[in-house]
């Protein structure tokens, strides 16, 4: 018998991936850059057991039993196969027991499918102790859960070869390289239906003329800007580029055909206040990026939490306590510090806001080695 056990973060597109050139091995049509969020908030937890007892491949998701024959989940259980160390010769034909769980709420409508794919990859990958890169495997799973097999500020490269080898992500930089970086995670009440970021986005490559313009014309310039912004931590320009490829995004939407709305008017009003503080800023101190929903991520500096996290509570007051409301990371807000009345913002009806998530980077998936930590018993059964 053998378990293993592994942890695997978020990450939150700066650049966005959006639209696949190959749907089965996920190829995209350009690079996309991301920011890997700290492990201690948010995280996916995966406990895989291999044991020639098992009569079954099993799979558990957030305390409920799955189907295995699942086509993403059995891509990547087949690539890492392949890759098998050949001492795990053995542990090949037995089957295996797979246990998985968010440490944040799916209901959120945070992207889960990310930390999940890279922790299941990387728990498969130590299981059959694989060598190497293993970004193209996660990748099979979800486009973007291969940005999540490394920590910091990450490039996926789209690649040129057919068979997507060259498909991979890289590490711009490590967490350390700006450990002034936060994000804050708006977490949107909302009870629209969802369309998936998979069927938008080929409905976008199959419509939208201005996603074949982006991806060839802007992208390939923006992710050198991006780059170099990350490498000499320049907040203005990273920040600009943010906001700037979000709203690209949103628009390739709008000019998908029929249209996918994923921001709503408190996506909307987080956009207005943003900006509103950076021109009374005099300065670009926050920057906000929305993916496939309504959630929106700000990224900013820690010198501007306080101020900015005091703000957002005057303009979307919460229906919950604050310790519901605040979490993550410390603030220290002042109940009205004045600057909504100074950029003239109305206050939203309480509750439009569920909650905060305040967070910094992290580094990539972790191994952990100790018993106490495994999502299985030893017979191979959830706890
Ligand atoms: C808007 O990785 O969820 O979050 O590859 O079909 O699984 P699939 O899509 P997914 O798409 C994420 C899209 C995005 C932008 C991004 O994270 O780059």
Known sequence: ???????????????????????????????????????????????????????????????????????????????VKKRASPKCADLLNWKIHICS???????AGLASSAAGYACLVSTLAALYEVEGDISS??????????????GGFVWWQKGVQPGGE???????????????????????????????????MKTSVETSELLKYRSEMVVPKRVKEMVEAIKTRNFENFARITMQDSNQFHAVCLDTYPPCFYMNDVSRSVVEL????????????????????????LYLLEESIDEVVTLINDVFPSSVGPSEYFRGLPVNIKNRGGLQ??????????????YIIHTKLGDGPKLSTEKSQHLLTEKGLPH
């Open 1 to 79: 018998m053998k378990i293993v056990t592994a942890v695997a973060p978020v990450n939150i597109a700066v650049i966005k991936y959006w639209g696949k050139r190959d749907e089965t091995l996920i190829l995209p049509i350009n690079d996309s850059i991301s920011c890997t969020l700290a492990t201690d908030f948010m995280c996916a937890k995966t406990t895989i057991m291999a044991s020639p007892t098992f009569t079954d491949n099993k799979f558990w998701l957030n305390n409920e039993e799955v189907d295995f024959n699942n086509k993403r989940l059995n891509n990547c259980l087949t690539e």
């Open 137 to 150: 495997i996660a990748r099979r799973g979800s486009g973007s859960a291969c940005r999540s097999i490394h």
């Open 274 to 297: 943003v900006h509103s503080y950076n021109k009374y800023k005099g300065a670009t101190k926050v920057a906000y990026t929305c993916d496939a929903g309504p959630n929106v991520c």
């Open 341 to 354: 009345e100074v950029l003239k913002i109305k206050a939203d009806a309480p509750g439009s806001l569920k």
């Open 101 to 107: 769980e968010n440490n944040f709420p799916t209901a």
């Open 166 to 200: 060259d498909s991979v992500a890289v590490q711009i930089a490590p967490a350390s390289h700006w450990p002034e970086m936060r994000m804050i995670i708006l977490v949107v009440s909302d009870d629209q239906k969802k369309y998936s970021s998979t069927s938008g």
